[in-house]
């Protein structure tokens, strides 16, 4: 990297030779309950007092497909290559309702033949017959949010499942998806490194293509932190991670992405695209988009709230609250925030292909972070040193500004 010149350049307009590969997230903004630790933008179906408040599912999908609609002039001729229905807990959708999203999906866009549909859910909402109905829609990957298998630890999380139920869960999927992932969370609250390793054990008896593995942190705005639980030291955390990396390795799972681990070829193509800095349409209550042209890069956001989202689109036919173009200084710091995640990094040249800035606007921040020892040396890769992924903040920190 130190062969790289140092200097500083005046940004032109952005110029790229070729768009990058395009997906298309859906979020479903909708859970059973909110979990305290959950930033998402999720809301809970349920009083206070447990009772259904429900959602209208016809006129949600009605808004997803208008909203879908009104971004086709910005994609028109691509191929869209994966989907993701997010939330939320998506499996609360009728198999008629997600039936009539994904057809209205594949009647408006060019869907690659193949492509990964995953959907989001929660062992608390899986049924057999429900999810073969989903799978027969083409859902061909399932996420499930398991984060524990233990009853005391699913309790300090507030789940509304219990470690049987999340069990069942898993087979059920297994029997009916292509491929399923398991979310798990260690450093919960009064966890042990032995009651960590006993969840990935459960885990890895499954045998399952891909799992996702996350140190629950207290993000703001959360009840939990307002009312923050007793987690364990940074020193024991530390340990179930090396410890949880240790065991995963020797059941065959390789760690491709700061939280994400999978059998050979058993990757998420959907979230290799955002890390790789591609483009995705985002519709739905909250959803961002990031969208390339030849001569700019943009992005978007749109109404957080449900309600609010579907009266924009009935009365406006348009939910966007922000709608930007990135400026070319900013990009360096969202390519490198997404790409540096990556295990195995990025080939150099991705990214002038994906910002259509010239390598030369990083020399600097390359050159201090190769120093630091948290960027590999390889004049042909951006890529994190293991030290560089244990401290990725710190590195990524480096290209802001």
């Known amino acids: 990297m130190n062969s790289l010149p140092n200097f500083n350049l005046v940004l032109n307009p952005v110029s790229l030779?070729?768009?990058?590969?395009?997906?298309?997230y859906i979020h479903f903004p909708w859970c059973e309950k909110k979990c305290p630790y959950c930033d998402f933008n999720s809301h809970q179906i349920k009083d206070s007092k447990g009772n259904a408040n429900g959602f209208d599912e016809q006129r949600y999908i009605?808004?997803?497909?208008?909203?879908?609609?009104?971004?086709?002039?910005?994609i028109w001729g691509r191929q869209v290559h994966s989907i993701f229905i997010g939330g939320g807990t998506p499996s609360l959708l009728s198999p008629a309702g997600m039936d009539q999203l994904l057809s209205a999906i594949r009647a408006r866009?060019?869907?690659e033949p193949d492509a990964e549909i995953t959907m989001e859910a929660n062992p608390g909402s899986v049924e057999a017959e429900k999810f073969a109905a989903f799978a027969k829609c083409g859902i061909n990957r399932v996420s499930l949010g398991i984060q524990s298998f233990q009853d005391e630890q699913l309790k300090a999380l507030g789940r509304i499942h219990n470690g049987a139920e999340a069990k069942r869960a898993v087979q059920i999927a297994l029997?009916?998806?292509?491929?399923?992932n398991l979310d798990l969370m260690y450093g919960l609250p009064n966890q042990t490194i032995d009651s960590a390793k006993a969840d990935i054990e459960t885990a890895l008896s499954f045998n399952t293509p891909h799992l996702s593995l996350y140190n629950l942190t207290l993000e703001p705005n959360t009840y939990f932190a307002n009312f923050p639980p007793k987690l364990p030291s940074e020193e024991v955390i530390d340990a179930m991670f090396d410890q949880n990396l240790d065991l995963l390795n020797k059941a065959g799972y390789q760690r491709y992405e700061v939280?994400?681990?999978a059998k050979k070829d058993q990757e998420c193509k959907h979230n290799l695209n955002y890390w790789r800095f591609g483009d995705y349409i985002g519709i739905g209550a909250g959803?961002?988009?990031?969208?390339?042209?030849?001569n700019k890069i943009t992005r978007q956001v749109r109404e957080r709230h449900p309600e609010t989202y579907m009266q924009a689109m009935e009365t406006k036919g348009n939910a966007l609250i922000e709608s930007r173009d990135i400026e070319a200084k900013d990009l360096p710091f969202e390519f490198m925030l997404n790409t540096l995640r990556l295990s195995d990094g990025v080939d150099t040249n991705t990214f002038s292909e994906r910002t259509g800035l010239p390598l030369s606007v990083i020399s600097k921040g390359l050159n201090e972070a190769c120093k630091k020892g948290?960027?590999?040396?390889n004049p042909s890769k951006l890529k994190a040193t293991d030290q560089g992924l244990r401290y990725l903040n710190n590195l990524q920190e480096i290209f802001l500004g």
């Open 175 to 180: 029997d009916h998806f292509k491929s399923v």
């Open 374 to 377: 948290l960027l590999d040396e």
């Open 17 to 24: 030779t070729a768009l990058p590969p395009l997906a298309l």
């Open 109 to 111: 866009i060019n869907l």
């Open 287 to 294: 959803a961002h988009g990031k969208i390339s042209y030849p």
């Open 259 to 261: 939280s994400a681990y």
């Open 62 to 74: 009605n808004a997803l497909i208008a909203d879908l609609e009104t971004e086709l002039p910005n």
